[in-house]
């Protein structure tokens, strides 16, 4: 396979072949498929530069327009959708109705539709995602990071991962800093209503123990400076682009902690494996337990729970630790082999 059409609804800048978003994994896709010669991507460009960047010289955004002019190709090559929205929905429709076959297109979910929407548009926007699933799920191949996803329609399992050799070197045991009386928690994700970001800061004030909440995220558009809570013990910070930066994040924390009401397959719980710290999640998201053995540790929403269970943790460190090396982490390399099977592969 020499050429395939990606259909994503982030939005990107580029220059000299360099491009700009704000979503790391769609990055790690693109990079997963860097043996093809000629990728098309249908995606929004802006005139703003976002966190991530990384040069591809195989990348070429192409205008919706062009689909028409280029049918007889495009039909011969494989096609991959990047999450289901209603851009991408539409899309999908359009080139179905130009006679794409359901052998060569793919949908990728990367996470649950139906409760991100819900928690965005309450039961209408629950419903609107599961007319253009249903509709979609018979007419392409659908790949998913978790079955949950798609419930009891069949889906092929694929595991995304941006862990790289270095997020598995040079691990430490134990707390960085044995002698700080306090707690170190770390969320790291975008400051979106489903990611439970407010939730997580509101307990924080409550707590009574000694705790310490480092944030790391986008959130130009969710949290401004001035809007911050007065605690000297909330510190949160922009996106971190560079591997190296986030690493010492997580090395220097003791628990990070999950708040999002949905997942399928967050990285995060990669990353913070990888780097033995155990993590805290809230009871809704407890099936993550089944794709994770290790480290996982769920409690309820509320000031009681947290605070038991931070308790329970720092007791029980070394031993969380210990059992933390046994769970198996996918690895961007494992990642790409599992892409190669589908799209280089004729």
């Known amino acids: 396979m020499s050429k395939i059409l990606i259909i994503s609804n982030d939005k990107f800048y580029n220059i000299n072949n360099k491009f700009y978003n704000s979503n790391k994994n769609t990055f790690t896709i693109l990079d997963s498929l860097k043996k093809i010669k000629k990728i098309y991507l249908i995606a929004r460009k802006v005139k703003v530069k976002k966190a991530f960047n990384k040069k591809f010289d195989n990348v070429n955004i192409v205008k919706l327009i062009s689909l028409f002019a280029n049918i007889k190709k495009i039909r011969q090559m494989k096609i991959l959708m990047i999450s289901l929205t209603p851009y991408n929905f539409f899309v999908s429709v359009m080139l179905l109705f130009l006679g794409v076959k359901k052998k060569n297109f793919f949908l990728f979910l990367r996470s649950d539709g139906f409760i991100e ?21 018979n007419k392409l191949k659908i790949l998913s990071c978790s079955k949950s996803i798609t419930g009891n329609f069949k889906s092929k399992l694929i595991f995304p991962s941006e862990i790289s050799n270095r997020w598995l070197t040079k691990r430490t045991r134990g707390r960085q800093n044995k002698k700080n009386k306090s707690v170190n928690l770390l969320y790291v994700g975008r400051f ?30 969710k949290l401004k400076k001035k809007n911050y809570p007065n605690n000297k013990n909330l510190s949160i910070f922009g996106q971190i682009s560079e591997d190296q930066e986030l690493i010492k994040f997580y090395d220097d924390c003791d628990i990070m902690i999950l708040p999002s009401y949905i997942e399928a397959y967050p990285q995060v719980i990669l990353e913070s494996l990888s780097r033995l710290k155990p993590i805290i999640i809230f009871n809704e998201i407890k099936h993550l337990k089944k794709t994770f ?8 929403r509320d000031k009681k729970s947290l605070e038991r269970i931070i308790k329970k943790i720092m007791t029980n460190y070394d031993n969380i630790q210990k059992n933390i090396l046994k769970e198996k982490i996918y690895s961007k390399q494992s990642f790409f082999a599992e892409m190669e099977k589908f799209f280089l592969v004729q």
């Open 117 to 137: 929407y819900k928690v965005k548009f309450g039961f209408i926007g629950y419903y609107l995602y599961g007319l253009m699933f249903y509709f979609l799920r």
């Open 293 to 300: 053995k290790y480290g996982l540790i769920n409690c309820k």
């Open 192 to 221: 979106r209503d489903e990611k439970g970001y407010s939730s997580l800061i509101d307990l924080h004030q409550k707590l009574s123990i000694n705790c310490k909440l480092i944030m790391v995220g986008n959130d130009e558009k």
